[in-house]
């Protein structure tokens, strides 16, 4: 099906280029002219940016827009609730990486084909091969390889929206000062964080440590990287190996040199101390750009530079973030698709990135004003592809293990309640028995 969307979306360019955008566009939206799409989405400085956008929607295409905005678990509990019935209150969806599998499992979400298969709604410039790839396979595919990646079964259930990689940020000054390089590597990590943590005497590398899914999300950063997996790919449980061990002992001494408190930080605590100045890099999502050119959040606006994330056996980098779906029961459905359609185009990508948002496509991070504009997207321009799509296991039994195995597991180490090898061997045997149970190994 991905291939059939990208070959009809190409085809469909080639023969729209004969008649005016303008004129197929108002022949999509007339018949849906005084509706109103109902979108619920999170508290998020993605969809912040992107509620700005929703006039410009409206005065186009004749479409009212009504918002629900929630912070991220209360948004899925009324997810949840609202697409058990037989109508739901929404029209459009966003969702974490994590939900896809279960939104789909529950026939809760649209396959998307029958609506872009259909010439009376579908944007023919739409160009769904410009979607970064391992953005579009991460968020949006279900029922290929593993269940949640790409292959012969796996059908479009949503389009990135707020999708995120991984990005080091560092302090230009300090590096300049102290005549230090910027990692590539974890060999150079790893000598790099006690030589930072001397000579500025404030944290070296600012990171999520909190208990749960925080400190798991800093561990797979780095186990990745380090040619480290959750599994095998028969889901044999592999987390404990020489990678796994090697990626929370580099994580510890992460933290052990970080700002004061690390064990402890979620996402908004470990940017914090960054944007305030208590560390001299972060390395985790690029959510960080908007935020360090706010002055409202940042005391180092114009001090940062970026890179590529320090390569291991690999270059590999995170994948996840948000998505938008259409509720199966939606009242709205064709409406609730025409503003995804719209807001996931190749202009409103580029709106939405200047106001702060996440640039989800290939053709924003090549635009030569937006370069100008964010200098940083130059990095993520040339970067883009070590988005791993297989960053994490997004299988319904994820959730249990990620904060109730991994979570415990990993933050033990963290504040050394036990050995990175001694909670890692512990979590395995754990993790096993769960895979035993939903009958993945035998």
């Known amino acids: 099906m991905e291939r059939r969307l990208l070959l009809q979306s190409l085809a469909a360019g080639a023969s729209a280029a004969l008649v005016s955008p303008w004129v197929f566009a108002q022949d999509r939206y007339t018949r849906y002219r005084g509706q109103t799409v109902r979108i619920s989405i999170p508290m998020h400085p993605h969809f912040d940016a992107m509620q700005k956008l929703l006039p410009a929607f409206t005065r186009e295409t004749g479409i009212k827009v009504q918002v629900e905005q929630l912070p991220m678990a209360e948004m899925k509990k009324k997810q949840l609730l609202e697409m058990a019935k037989p109508q739901c209150d929404f029209d459009l969806v966003a969702y974490v990486v994590m939900w896809k599998g279960e939104y789909v499992r529950k026939q809760f979400v649209s396959d998307l084909a029958p609506f872009f298969d259909d010439a009376k709604l579908a944007d023919p410039q739409f160009d769904m091969a410009d979607i970064v790839p391992g953005y579009r396979e991460n968020i949006g595919l279900v029922g290929g390889w593993k269940g949640y990646l790409a292959g012969p079964d796996a059908k479009l259930y949503g389009l990135p929206y707020g999708a995120e990689t991984s990005v080091l940020a560092y302090r230009k000054d300090i590096f300049e000062k102290h005549k230090l390089t910027p990692p590539a590597s974890y060999i150079e990590l790893e000598r790099l964080l006690p030589v930072l943590r001397e000579k500025t005497g404030e944290g070296a590398l600012t990171s999520r440590g ?82 360090v050119r706010d002055p409202a959040k940042s005391k180092i606006g114009g001090k940062v530079g970026y890179a590529r994330h320090p390569g291991g056996g690999k270059h590999s980098a995170q994948s996840g973030g948000l998505g938008l779906a259409i509720p199966k029961t939606a009242q709205n459905a064709n409406a609730g698709f025409l503003l995804m359609q719209w807001l996931t185009a190749k202009e409103q990508d580029k709106a939405v990135s200047r106001l702060g948002g996440s640039p989800q496509r290939l053709s924003t991070l090549a635009d030569a004003g937006l370069l100008r504009q964010f200098p940083e997207f130059e990095v993520l321009r040339y970067f ?18 990620n904060t109730e195995v991994l979570g415990i597991a990993v933050h033990n180490a963290l504040t050394g309640k036990t050995t990175s090898e001694f909670a890692l061997n512990e979590a395995a045997q754990k993790v096993t028995a769960i895979m035993q149970r939903g009958n993945y190994l035998r």
């Open 210 to 291: 909190k208990a749960g899914h925080q400190c798991v999300h800093a561990w797979l950063l780095h186990l990745n990287p380090l040619n480290g997996k959750i599994f095998e790919n028969n889901w044999t449980t592999r987390l404990n190996d020489r990678a796994g061990v090697r990626a929370l002992k580099i994580l510890k001494t992460i933290v052990d040199t970080g700002p004061a408190g690390s064990a402890e930080f979620g996402q908004v605590e470990m940017m914090d101390a960054f944007l305030q100045g208590r560390s001299a890099m972060y390395l985790d999502s690029t959510v960080i750009f908007g935020a």
């Open 384 to 401: 883009i592809r070590d988005a791993d799509p297989d960053w994490r296991p997004i299988i319904p039994e994820w959730d249990e293990i």
